[in-house]
């Protein structure tokens, strides 16, 4: 019995050795082929898609990649001064964003669930993973955002996440946004259009950019106010200014 139950661990051993490799390997192929290809669609835009089928709406998926160099560099700098301010400045995550929502959510008693989540994380969730709040997902999301930092450049994770993010009930993306709330290309965006699109990302299905509550537009107020602290984000032939 005992001989039996050494060879089925050997042989368990082997396969699950063998399942760690392919994952390491597929993922960094993955994250360095994303690197130069533009990720065609993600799991939550697919598990939207069934969302809207189950609650008897039609499927609607809008979104149109662009370029970094062809976005107002005003949204670059909304999304960075409401998500992620020091988004230039550390290696994927905020420790100190951390440790404050862990000491709120501690006090609130999960009343109000207050997230800590950096840009970076967002892609590393939104790209590679499925929404959710379990520790096996969120293993996975520290695991994909190292690697986004090591195998990406910053520019290269801006221009995915401002082209990946819901902005909307089946409006994913700068453009698609830009598009749909203002009629314009996410080259002709206001810094006051801008901040209102990022003013929405926490919520993007509950707010709105165009009949903008006074939560939203106390947000853009404030957007507005801490990009003239950080200065314009600017990428490409134009070096990025931080002031």
Avoid: C
Wanted: proline letters at 3%; zero cysteines.
């Amino acid at each position: 019995m005992r001989e039996k139950l050494i060879h089925i661990w050997g042989i368990t051993w082997k396969y699950l050795k063998r399942i760690v490799l392919i994952f390491f390997i597929s993922s960094i192929s993955v994250t360095i082929l994303y690197r130069f290809i533009d990720p065609p669609v993600t799991l939550l835009m697919i598990i939207r898609v069934f969302e809207q089928w189950g609650d008897g709406k039609s499927a609607k998926m809008t979104k149109e990649w662009k370029d970094i160099k062809d976005i107002n560099p005003s949204l670059a700098t909304a999304v960075v001064a409401s998500e992620d301010q020091l988004f230039l400045e550390h290696w994927g995550f905020d420790f100190k964003s951390i440790e404050k929502a862990y000491e709120n959510n501690q006090k609130k008693k999960r009343r109000t669930v207050r997230g800590a989540s950096t840009i970076s994380q967002q892609v590393a969730k939104n790209v590679f993973l499925w929404p959710g709040r379990s520790w096996i997902r969120k293993g996975f999301e520290v695991y994909f955002t190292l690697l986004i930092e090591v195998l990406w450049d910053k520019q290269r994770i801006l221009e995915v996440y401002v082209n990946v993010i819901e902005m909307g009930d089946g409006i994913y993306g700068a453009e698609a946004a830009s598009q749909k709330y203002f009629k314009r290309s996410a080259k002709k965006l206001s810094k006051s259009q801008a901040a209102l699109i990022a003013a929405i990302l926490p919520n993007p299905i509950k707010y709105s950019a165009v009949k903008p509550s006074a939560y939203v537009r106390e947000r853009e107020q404030w957007i507005l106010r801490n990009m003239e602290y950080i200065g314009e984000i600017k990428f490409g032939e134009q070096k990025t200014v931080i002031k």
